[in-house]
């Protein structure tokens, strides 16, 4: 049975948050599918075209180091994650365990999903704790009563964030091609 990572992220832009969970969902999982998507409860600070752009030279960037088993899958961005389930479910093999990963900050969101009952009967949930967000247990306790199946990640990113970068404009942040594309295309000044 392959396990199947899921890992859309409004990546605005790509940290080495980023590039440092992918690393590390690469070396438990089989494959990692990435995409980048338009969170509708965020606001966004550069197109979704950009975006996408810096996240494949970021995963070009893991590719350098063998990481093959992560990639890009643009036609897994949709507003709605139960679509996006059903979308890798024909990409990968029926008998694929999903695992849609998601930020520690999104818990409480996931019951206001379009149909996240139905969303999380078809994968399983894994938490990524997330900087400045502690874990609430009643939201976790509302995941579970909704049928939800989660695992918390014991692997802890970085203590960076896209905000932070687009706040301090430290290129120190983010991977060196991501940081070219940003100075080139004259991003996030």
């Known amino acids: 049975m392959i396990k199947v990572a899921l890992f859309g992220t409004s990546s605005d832009p790509p940290t080495l948050a980023h590039y440092s969970i992918l690393r590390w969902l690469a070396t438990h999982y089989d494959y990692v599918a990435v995409w980048t998507s338009d969170n509708p409860f965020k606001s966004h600070f550069c197109d979704l075209e950009n975006r996408a752009f810096m996240l494949k030279l970021?995963?070009?960037?893991?590719?350098?180091?063998?990481?093959?088993?992560?990639?890009?899958?643009?036609?897994?961005?949709?507003?709605?994650?139960?679509?996006?389930v059903q979308?890798?479910?024909?990409?990968?093999?029926?008998?694929?365990?999903?695992?849609?990963?998601?930020g520690g900050d999104l818990i409480s969101q996931i019951p206001r999903w379009y149909k996240s009952e139905d969303l999380l009967a078809q994968v399983q949930l894994l938490i990524i704790p997330r900087f400045g967000f502690s874990l609430d247990q009643n939201d976790l306790q509302v995941l579970t009563n909704l049928g939800a199946k989660y695992t918390i990640s014991?692997?802890?990113?970085?203590?960076?964030?896209?905000?932070f970068y687009r706040d301090s404009k430290q290129?120190?942040?983010?991977?060196?091609?991501?940081?070219?594309?940003?100075?080139?295309?004259?991003?996030?000044?």
């Open 171 to 189: 290129d120190n942040l983010l991977t060196l091609a991501v940081q070219s594309y940003i100075n080139d295309h004259n991003l996030y000044l």
């Open 154 to 163: 014991s692997f802890v990113p970085p203590e960076i964030s896209s905000s």
């Open 87 to 102: 979308n890798a479910k024909a990409i990968f093999d029926s008998q694929a365990i999903f695992f849609l990963v998601i």
């Open 58 to 84: 970021m995963i070009e960037e893991l590719h350098d180091y063998h990481f093959f088993n992560v990639n890009y899958y643009p036609q897994l961005s949709h507003l709605r994650s139960l679509i996006t």
